[in-house]
Protein backbone atom coordinates (compact mmCIF):
# COMPACT_ATOMS: atom_id res chain seq x y z
CA UNK A 1 0.00 0.00 0.00
CA UNK A 2 1.57 3.16 -1.46
CA UNK A 3 0.71 6.81 0.17
CA UNK A 4 1.83 9.91 -1.09
CA UNK A 5 1.48 12.38 1.89
CA UNK A 6 1.95 15.87 0.60
CA UNK A 7 -0.30 16.96 -2.67
CA UNK A 8 -2.31 20.37 -3.05
CA UNK A 9 -5.37 20.88 -5.22
CA UNK A 10 -6.94 24.64 -6.18
CA UNK A 11 -7.62 24.62 -2.51
CA UNK A 12 -4.31 25.46 -1.92
CA UNK A 13 -2.13 27.02 -4.46
CA UNK A 14 -2.49 24.10 -6.48
CA UNK A 15 -3.79 23.49 -9.96
CA UNK A 16 -6.09 20.97 -10.68
CA UNK A 17 -9.38 19.78 -8.37
CA UNK A 18 -9.41 17.14 -6.22
CA UNK A 19 -11.28 14.64 -8.28
CA UNK A 20 -7.95 14.95 -10.83
CA UNK A 21 -5.93 14.28 -8.10
CA UNK A 22 -7.57 11.38 -7.12
CA UNK A 23 -8.76 9.49 -10.20
CA UNK A 24 -4.22 10.00 -11.03
CA UNK A 25 -3.59 8.75 -7.38
CA UNK A 26 -5.46 5.76 -7.76
CA UNK A 27 -4.73 5.30 -11.48
CA UNK A 28 -0.90 5.03 -10.50
CA UNK A 29 -1.52 2.47 -7.57
CA UNK A 30 -2.07 4.64 -4.49
CA UNK A 31 -4.07 3.30 -1.80
CA UNK A 32 -4.03 7.14 -0.14
CA UNK A 33 -2.92 10.24 0.03
CA UNK A 34 -2.13 13.37 2.03
CA UNK A 35 -4.23 16.59 1.04
CA UNK A 36 -2.44 19.59 1.95
CA UNK A 37 -3.61 23.24 2.41
CA UNK A 38 -2.36 25.84 4.46
CA UNK A 39 -3.71 27.45 7.02
CA UNK A 40 -7.53 28.32 6.50
CA UNK A 41 -10.10 30.36 8.21
CA UNK A 42 -12.61 27.90 9.96
CA UNK A 43 -15.26 28.67 7.37
CA UNK A 44 -13.09 27.51 4.43
CA UNK A 45 -11.79 24.47 6.40
CA UNK A 46 -14.85 22.98 7.05
CA UNK A 47 -16.12 23.39 3.41
CA UNK A 48 -12.93 21.69 2.23
CA UNK A 49 -13.31 19.01 4.94
CA UNK A 50 -17.00 18.69 3.04
CA UNK A 51 -15.43 18.09 -0.31
CA UNK A 52 -12.51 16.05 0.76
CA UNK A 53 -15.44 13.75 2.86
CA UNK A 54 -17.13 13.76 -0.37
CA UNK A 55 -14.79 12.86 -2.87
CA UNK A 56 -13.19 10.35 -0.41
CA UNK A 57 -16.45 8.13 -0.44
CA UNK A 58 -17.45 8.75 -3.80
CA UNK A 59 -13.93 7.22 -5.41
CA UNK A 60 -13.72 4.97 -2.20
CA UNK A 61 -10.38 6.44 -1.84
CA UNK A 62 -7.93 7.33 1.39
CA UNK A 63 -7.58 11.31 1.37
CA UNK A 64 -5.82 12.77 5.01
CA UNK A 65 -6.28 16.21 5.50
CA UNK A 66 -3.26 18.38 6.11
CA UNK A 67 -2.28 21.67 6.96
CA UNK A 68 1.51 22.81 6.21
CA UNK A 69 2.70 25.69 9.06
CA UNK A 70 5.26 28.14 7.92
CA UNK A 71 5.99 30.19 10.81
CA UNK A 72 5.89 29.59 15.06
CA UNK A 73 2.51 31.70 15.28
CA UNK A 74 0.45 29.42 13.22
CA UNK A 75 2.30 25.88 14.54
CA UNK A 76 1.15 27.01 18.08
CA UNK A 77 -2.43 27.73 16.96
CA UNK A 78 -2.71 24.28 14.72
CA UNK A 79 -1.02 22.46 18.03
CA UNK A 80 -3.96 23.58 20.10
CA UNK A 81 -6.53 22.17 17.68
CA UNK A 82 -4.03 19.01 16.59
CA UNK A 83 -6.83 16.56 16.89
CA UNK A 84 -9.63 17.88 14.25
CA UNK A 85 -7.28 17.21 11.65
CA UNK A 86 -4.91 13.99 9.97
CA UNK A 87 -1.42 16.00 9.28
CA UNK A 88 0.40 18.51 10.59
CA UNK A 89 3.38 19.57 8.49
CA UNK A 90 5.82 22.82 8.78
CA UNK A 91 7.54 23.70 6.34
CA UNK A 92 11.22 24.18 7.17
CA UNK A 93 14.15 26.13 5.40
CA UNK A 94 15.52 28.24 8.80
CA UNK A 95 17.75 26.83 11.24
CA UNK A 96 14.61 28.10 13.76
CA UNK A 97 11.66 26.48 11.61
CA UNK A 98 13.88 23.11 11.47
CA UNK A 99 14.37 23.13 15.12
CA UNK A 100 10.96 23.64 16.21
CA UNK A 101 9.21 21.37 13.65
CA UNK A 102 11.99 18.15 15.16
CA UNK A 103 11.22 18.96 18.71
CA UNK A 104 7.73 18.61 18.60
CA UNK A 105 5.95 15.69 18.97
CA UNK A 106 2.79 16.78 17.39
CA UNK A 107 4.40 17.32 14.00
CA UNK A 108 4.21 14.56 12.01
CA UNK A 109 6.36 15.90 8.81
CA UNK A 110 9.38 18.62 8.10
CA UNK A 111 8.86 19.46 4.43
CA UNK A 112 11.62 21.37 2.19
CA UNK A 113 14.24 21.21 5.43
CA UNK A 114 16.71 22.63 2.58
CA UNK A 115 14.49 25.17 1.21
CA UNK A 116 16.80 28.48 0.00
CA UNK A 117 19.56 26.65 1.81
CA UNK A 118 22.72 25.17 0.42
CA UNK A 119 22.77 22.87 2.74
CA UNK A 120 20.31 20.04 3.55
CA UNK A 121 19.07 22.20 6.35
CA UNK A 122 19.34 19.47 8.88
CA UNK A 123 22.86 18.23 11.59
CA UNK A 124 23.23 15.28 13.84
CA UNK A 125 21.20 16.77 16.40
CA UNK A 126 18.41 17.67 14.11
CA UNK A 127 18.88 14.10 12.58
CA UNK A 128 18.48 13.03 16.86
CA UNK A 129 15.53 14.78 17.56
CA UNK A 130 13.46 14.16 14.43
CA UNK A 131 14.12 10.50 15.34
CA UNK A 132 13.62 11.00 19.55
CA UNK A 133 10.22 12.78 18.81
CA UNK A 134 8.93 10.93 14.84
CA UNK A 135 8.86 12.88 13.17
CA UNK A 136 9.60 12.75 9.47
CA UNK A 137 12.01 14.22 7.24
CA UNK A 138 10.55 14.63 3.61
CA UNK A 139 12.20 14.36 0.21
CA UNK A 140 10.14 16.23 -1.79
CA UNK A 141 10.32 15.08 -5.66
CA UNK A 142 8.82 18.58 -6.79
CA UNK A 143 12.52 20.11 -5.89
CA UNK A 144 14.08 17.63 -8.06
CA UNK A 145 11.58 18.19 -10.98
CA UNK A 146 11.26 21.60 -10.96
CA UNK A 147 14.88 23.05 -11.17
CA UNK A 148 17.70 22.69 -13.46
CA UNK A 149 21.25 23.63 -13.59
CA UNK A 150 23.53 24.51 -10.45
CA UNK A 151 19.96 24.51 -8.84
CA UNK A 152 19.24 21.03 -9.38
CA UNK A 153 22.89 20.17 -8.51
CA UNK A 154 22.04 21.80 -5.40
CA UNK A 155 18.93 19.85 -4.51
CA UNK A 156 20.14 16.54 -5.28
CA UNK A 157 23.11 17.19 -2.87
CA UNK A 158 21.07 18.33 -0.51
CA UNK A 159 18.83 14.88 -0.89
CA UNK A 160 22.14 12.31 -0.26
CA UNK A 161 23.00 14.59 2.59
CA UNK A 162 19.55 13.58 4.18
CA UNK A 163 19.75 10.22 2.77
CA UNK A 164 23.29 9.76 4.60
CA UNK A 165 22.01 11.41 7.90
CA UNK A 166 18.65 8.64 7.91
CA UNK A 167 21.24 5.63 7.29
CA UNK A 168 23.18 7.23 10.54
CA UNK A 169 20.23 8.14 12.78
CA UNK A 170 17.00 6.07 11.15
CA UNK A 171 14.39 8.71 11.93
CA UNK A 172 11.56 8.29 9.81
CA UNK A 173 11.55 9.23 5.91
CA UNK A 174 9.39 9.92 3.86
CA UNK A 175 9.41 10.35 0.02
CA UNK A 176 6.58 12.65 -1.71
CA UNK A 177 5.78 14.25 -5.13
CA UNK A 178 4.95 17.44 -3.84
CA UNK A 179 2.56 17.51 -6.51
CA UNK A 180 1.04 21.05 -7.07
CA UNK A 181 -1.03 19.60 -9.79
CA UNK A 182 -2.22 15.90 -11.12
CA UNK A 183 0.62 15.87 -13.58
CA UNK A 184 3.29 16.04 -11.27
CA UNK A 185 2.15 12.91 -9.07
CA UNK A 186 4.24 10.00 -10.10
CA UNK A 187 4.21 6.57 -9.92
CA UNK A 188 5.31 4.95 -7.30
CA UNK A 189 8.21 2.90 -8.86
CA UNK A 190 9.78 6.71 -10.08
CA UNK A 191 10.24 7.72 -6.38
CA UNK A 192 11.16 4.57 -5.29
CA UNK A 193 13.79 4.38 -7.68
CA UNK A 194 15.12 7.68 -7.40
CA UNK A 195 15.71 7.10 -3.40
CA UNK A 196 17.55 3.83 -4.91
CA UNK A 197 19.66 6.20 -6.55
CA UNK A 198 20.16 8.34 -3.64
CA UNK A 199 21.74 5.42 -1.89
CA UNK A 200 18.82 3.78 -0.15
CA UNK A 201 18.47 0.28 -0.12
CA UNK A 202 14.90 -1.13 -2.31
CA UNK A 203 13.68 -2.09 1.35
CA UNK A 204 14.16 1.49 2.72
CA UNK A 205 12.93 3.39 -0.46
CA UNK A 206 10.13 1.33 -0.37
CA UNK A 207 9.18 1.89 3.22
CA UNK A 208 9.06 5.30 2.32
CA UNK A 209 6.40 5.14 0.22
CA UNK A 210 4.54 2.57 2.55
CA UNK A 211 5.12 1.81 6.05
CA UNK A 212 6.25 4.89 7.00
CA UNK A 213 3.35 7.00 5.68
CA UNK A 214 1.19 3.91 7.44
CA UNK A 215 2.47 4.70 10.52
CA UNK A 216 2.32 8.19 10.62
CA UNK A 217 -1.51 7.69 9.45
CA UNK A 218 -2.34 5.35 12.43
CA UNK A 219 -0.73 7.94 14.76
CA UNK A 220 -3.10 10.34 13.57
CA UNK A 221 -5.82 8.13 13.93
CA UNK A 222 -4.68 7.39 17.59
CA UNK A 223 -4.69 11.13 18.53
CA UNK A 224 -7.77 12.08 17.03
CA UNK A 225 -9.46 8.96 19.41
CA UNK A 226 -11.03 9.44 22.68
CA UNK A 227 -8.57 8.03 24.55
CA UNK A 228 -5.67 10.85 23.11
CA UNK A 229 -4.86 13.47 25.84
CA UNK A 230 -1.60 14.99 24.55
CA UNK A 231 1.12 13.45 21.79
CA UNK A 232 2.93 10.90 24.12
CA UNK A 233 -0.28 10.79 26.69
CA UNK A 234 -3.09 8.61 26.38
CA UNK A 235 -5.33 6.99 28.70
CA UNK A 236 -4.68 3.27 29.26
Sequence with gaps: MMYDLHIHSTFSSGESTLEEIIKTAKEL????????????KREEEDLLKAEIN?????YNFEIYI?????????????LNRRREFDLLLVRG?????????V????????????YERKDCGINHVLARLAKENEVAIEINFREVL??????????????????RLYKKFKFPLIISSGALSHWQIKDPKVLISYLVTLGLEMKEAKEALSSTP???????????SDKW???GVKVV
Design 103 to 114: ENRGVDILTHPD
Design 66 to 78: GFEVTNKMELKKL
Design 54 to 58: RVSKE
Design 229 to 231: IMP
Design 146 to 163: NSEGLVRKNVLANHMEII
Design 214 to 224: IKIIERSKEWR
Design 93 to 101: GTNFMNRIA
Design 29 to 40: GYKGIGFISYPL
